[in-house]
């Protein structure tokens, strides 16, 4: 089985840059540190098995191939969508947002 490259697009990034600063400001250094090592344990376990993810987004939204996957220990989604070289990382969003806002753009500030 080949490891495909998770490529987060910048709303990602941005997400994940604000769930840290959250964190860290919180929560402190160890559980900032926790998310980023869970973070990054998802996205090897998504780009080794793509299909883990659940399509139950994809439906709601009608986006076909969109999945998501928690990050084990936080209330966080990766939504990402696989394409043939790399995982396209959409969005890196907290369990309780209204996800349908956040998708379309249409979310306010990140506030957790």
Same mark, same amino acid.
């Given at each position: 089985?080949?490891?495909?490259?998770?490529?987060?697009?910048?709303? +990602? =990034?941005? %997400?994940?840059?604000?769930?840290?600063?959250?964190? /860290?400001?919180?929560? @402190?250094? #160890?559980?900032?540190?926790?998310f980023? %090592?869970?973070?990054? =344990? +998802?996205? +090897?376990?998504? @780009?080794? /098995?793509?299909?883990?993810? &659940?399509?139950?987004?994809?439906?709601?939204?009608? /986006?076909? @191939? /969109? =999945? &998501?996957? =928690?990050?084990?220990?936080?209330?966080?989604?990766?939504?990402?969508? #696989?394409?043939?070289?790399?995982? %396209?990382?959409?969005?890196?969003?907290?369990?309780?947002? %209204?996800?349908?806002?956040?998708?379309?753009?249409? @979310?306010?500030?990140? &506030?957790v």
């Amino acid at each position: 089985m080949t490891l495909k490259p998770v490529v987060p697009r910048a709303a +990602a =990034r941005a %997400d994940v840059d604000n769930a840290i600063e959250h964190y /860290l400001a919180e929560a @402190g250094p #160890e559980v900032e540190l926790g998310f980023i %090592d869970a973070l990054e =344990r +998802a996205y +090897a376990a998504i @780009g080794k /098995l793509p299909v883990i993810g &659940s399509p139950r987004w994809a439906h709601e939204l009608n /986006l076909p @191939g /969109l =999945r &998501s996957w =928690r990050i084990q220990g936080y209330p966080w989604l990766v939504f990402y969508v #696989e394409g043939e070289a790399n995982i %396209d990382v959409w969005r890196v969003l907290h369990a309780k947002l %209204d996800i349908p806002a956040w998708m379309e753009g249409e @979310g306010p500030e990140a &506030s957790v």
